[in-house]
């Protein structure tokens, strides 16, 4: 009877169940970026977030979520989010704003390994609040 009432219900109906398995299967229906970008940023528990963190892929939204979620900024004692994030971006203009913005300083060192805009570099050289950030920041300009 579980099995029937689970085809029946709505994605909707799924994503606000209270049984994190049938959200994370619900999560696994959805191919609009901005409704899993809201799950990321609303939903309590960490696998259902995490199911819908791996089929992300908007370089906008996946900056946003790593700037601005301070809910999936410790998922499990580590900042897991903040550091596969910033492996998932490959916009330099999202890259900048992630390492001009995270307010983690391990997520900002690793923008800043990745960008490649001199003029950025340098900005981030001069003014970031972190020594090792800036120290990276200066070794990546002489390079």
């Not at 899993?36 to 939204?61: G, P």
């Not at 900056?63 to 903040?82: C, F, P, T």
């Amino acid at each position: 009877m579980v099995e029937v009432e689970r085809v029946n219900m709505t994605l909707l109906d799924k994503l606000h169940n209270d049984d994190c398995e049938i959200r994370i299967e619900a999560v696994h229906e959805i191919r609009d970026q901005r409704l899993l970008f809201e799950v990321i940023m609303k939903d309590t528990n960490y696998n259902v977030r995490e199911t819908a963190y791996s089929m992300l892929y908007d370089q906008e939204l996946i900056a946003y979520v790593i700037v601005e979620n301070s809910n999936v900024r410790y998922w499990q004692g580590k900042d897991i989010l903040g550091h596969n994030a910033v492996e998932k971006l490959t916009d330099q203009r999202w890259l900048t704003y992630v390492a001009k913005t995270s307010p983690n300083v391990y997520v900002r060192f690793e923008a800043v390994e990745r960008l490649t805009d001199r003029f950025i570099l340098q900005e981030i050289a001069n003014n970031d609040d972190e020594p090792n950030v800036r120290y990276l920041a200066q070794l990546k300009l002489n390079k």
